[in-house]
């Protein structure tokens, strides 16, 4: 099927086209970017006012499948990730069991391709069982496309053994994603440690949790040669000791969250269980150090941790609630207020750390481009729609956000995935859909 894209303002990273342009999509690849094109085509989208950018690849999502599907599915992640822009997904392994062995990976990508309306990447654990003791399958589930290892959830505390599962990573050819946490410090910690714990009633987690780990996994990364990226970082001493691997020449990359780009610790006005994230909400510094970090190269991706929970694990204390938000689809709309309109980041800075960066910390060579040969995934985003967010319009299962009621502005129009059209937000009837 031909798509003919009109008018829009192709931003593509790879090339640095920054302008108006006709894209022209056929047989799942993109075959024209130029200024007019007059080629027929089946359909025909008006992308006029609107930013033609990369599909949006996230680097890390819970989708709880298999085993904790009442969180979440494959397919309702995928309808979530569809609205959101996001064409491809690196799906963390701490389900129900855990994804530690080529068999589980295969079997997952198996499921998503029949399931999901977007590209599902299974991440595999870095241990058997996420228990920390033995060895996953590394090579084997290398072999079944998992791009990358990850414990995510939890840091693997046995540094020996993490050294060895970075050493079998590097040989074959995958990254390791970090959660950088050293649960031995964080003593029931279920916020930031700071005076709004103290106001609460309820235990801190100190920047030193995150920080330690991030410090010993960049020193193993030095030492292994393993391409590491760490996840979710939250804290100012994360950016300063990315900043001073990649000075050093080290294959390391950073993930910033918009939870963590935008909220503090000071939003938390009362005890909510949707405010309950692992890391947690930092100070105004460690905000103003993450914004920075993202303006300067630094911090190379925006991630979501998109984490849905059931409604009963999220309404009740931070003290019982589970950790984590939805984010899927949030993200852009997120990004483009808090950072493309306010002069931290431009559009292009956008699409790069949303796009182009992951694209590259996975080897996806033919994605991350809005460009003559790649591969057909592709957002429209409108920057001029505002509105609320509202969690009961969400796609995803999950509810479970912060950002219920905030005003945005920006809106993802169209997202097509492989050249097929697999969400659009308005259709005939005036109701948005996910194909």
Not at 396 to 414: I, L, M, Q
Request: one cysteine or more; aromatic letters at 4%; glycine letters at 10%.
């Amino acid at each position: 099927m031909k798509i003919l894209i009109k008018h829009g303002h192709v931003t593509d990273p790879l090339t640095g086209r920054n302008g108006c342009f006709d894209v022209l999509i056929d047989e799942g690849r993109i075959c024209k970017v130029e200024k007019e094109i007059a080629d027929e085509a089946d359909r025909v989208i008006d992308a006029a006012g609107c930013y033609v950018m990369p599909g949006f690849i996230d680097l890390h999502v819970h989708l709880r499948d298999p085993g904790l599907t009442y969180k979440e599915t494959l397919e309702s992640g995928g309808r979530a990730a569809a609205r959101g822009g996001v064409t491809t997904v690196c799906a963390m392994p701490n389900t129900k069991p855990p994804i530690d062995d080529g068999e589980k990976v295969a079997e997952v990508h198996k499921r998503a391709r029949a399931d999901s309306l977007v590209n599902v990447i299974q991440i595999g654990a870095v241990t058997k069982g996420q228990m920390g003791e033995e060895l996953a399958d590394i090579k084997g589930m290398a072999s079944a496309g998992c791009h990358a290892i990850s414990e995510d959830g939890k840091s693997v505390m046995n540094a020996s053994l993490y050294r060895k599962s970075m050493k079998l990573a590097k040989e074959n050819g995958i990254s390791v994603f970090a959660h950088c946490e050293d649960i031995t410090m964080v003593e029931g910690g279920v916020m930031n440690a700071d005076a709004n714990a103290e106001r609460l009633g309820l235990k801190g987690i100190t920047n030193s949790v995150e920080d330690v780990i991030a410090a010993r996994d960049i020193l193993l990364a030095k030492e292994t040669g393993v391409r590491l990226h760490l996840c979710h970082c939250s804290t100012k001493d994360s950016v300063k000791m990315v900043a001073a691997a990649k000075e050093d020449g080290l294959p390391v990359t950073g993930e910033v969250c918009p939870h963590h780009f935008i909220l503090t610790s000071d939003d938390i006005r009362e005890d909510d269980g949707n405010y309950k994230m692992n890391p947690p909400l930092r100070s105004r510094e460690d905000v103003e150090a993450l914004k920075e970090g993202l303006k300067n190269g630094v911090m190379d991706v925006i991630s979501t941790d998109h984490a849905p929970h059931a409604p009963e694990e999220k309404d009740r204390s931070m003290a019982q609630a589970a950790f984590g938000i939805v984010g899927l689809e949030t993200s852009a709309a997120l990004t483009y207020t808090y950072l493309v309109k306010t002069g931290i980041l431009s559009m292009m800075d956008m699409a790069e750390k949303m796009s182009y960066n992951p694209a590259r910390i996975l080897g996806l060579l033919e994605k991350g481009s809005v460009s003559e040969g790649k591969i057909a995934d592709v957002v429209i985003f409108d920057p001029d729609r505002t509105y609320r967010i509202d969690k009961d319009t969400f796609l995803s299962k999950g509810r479970n956000t912060p950002f219920d009621g905030f005003a945005v502005s920006g809106e993802v129009t169209y997202t097509l995935v492989g050249g097929k059209v697999v969400y659009e937000a308005q259709c005939p009837d005036g109701e948005e859909k996910a194909v």
